[in-house]
């Protein structure tokens, strides 16, 4: 299986504040297709995940343009530029390429 | 806008089958663009893939369940059902029922949206 490793595992931001996750996979996560099967969630509090990122680097439809995502191969990061109150919550990684699907631990992101 | 929504008992004996529904709703459970998924919870843990399914039936598993994991589909209700036997305490988690959509060009699940609320399944005598 391919396994997903995510730092740091918490992170507490100030309003207004750039934040970043790191995310690594075992393995590359590009397919020989040129796309690259990595996705980030966010889980708010009470809530059931929401997709934030795929493909590396592709906002869902509806996520706010203060969240990007970058990297290759087995490095990824979320960046979100402007941390704002509603964006806390845990946010993972996932990796698509190959079964089984597997996720990162998570980031806890809360508000200072 | 699709909705999903798990349903079925929120606490299973030990040993025995743990079994849940998600109803899909707002469109159909055959569109080609989609398979359907099962991802779960345990507390305070991170999020694990279960399985998905396709309209047609196709299954992909994970191996660390696969031995006591059934997915099935039902197109004439729009729903589609997990049942996980031999159930333990590990088994204890929040289930989430979720939509994978399809890339044609590598034949991959490529993200989850949108996902059900989830339930909370408990293991317990």
């Known amino acids: ?112 | 806008q699709q909705q999903l929504q798990e349903s079925g008992p929120g606490l299973v004996k030990p040993s025995e089958t743990l079994s849940l529904t998600c109803t899909v709703s707002g469109g159909s459970i055959s569109s080609p663009l989609y398979y359907w998924a099962w991802i779960r919870q345990p507390p305070e843990k991170g999020l694990e893939w279960i399985g998905s399914i396709y309209h047609r039936g196709n299954t992909y598993y994970n191996p660390s369940l696969q031995s006591r994991l059934t997915i099935s589909v039902d197109t004439s209700e729009n729903q589609f059902s997990l049942k996980l036997s031999s159930v333990t305490a590990a088994d204890t988690a929040v289930y989430y029922c979720a939509r994978l959509r399809y890339d044609f060009s590598t034949g991959l699940g490529n993200y989850f949206d949108p996902w059900g609320q989830g339930t909370l399944v408990t293991v317990s005598s």
Request: net charge neutral; with cysteine; aromatic share 10%.
């Open chain 1, 1 to 112: 299986d391919i396994v997903m490793t995510q730092t740091p595992l918490s992170l507490s931001v100030t309003p207004g504040q750039p934040a970043s996750i790191s995310c690594k996979s075992s393995e590359s996560l590009l397919h020989r297709d040129g796309k690259t099967f990595l996705s980030w969630y966010l889980q708010k509090p009470g809530q059931s995940p929401q997709l934030l990122i795929f493909e590396v680097s592709n906002r869902f439809s509806g996520v706010p343009e203060r969240f990007s995502g970058s990297g290759s191969g087995t490095d990824f990061t979320l960046k979100i530029s402007r941390v704002e109150a509603d964006d806390v919550g845990i946010y993972s990684c996932m990796q698509n390429l190959q079964y089984p699907f597997t996720f990162g631990p998570g980031t806890k992101v809360d508000i200072k």
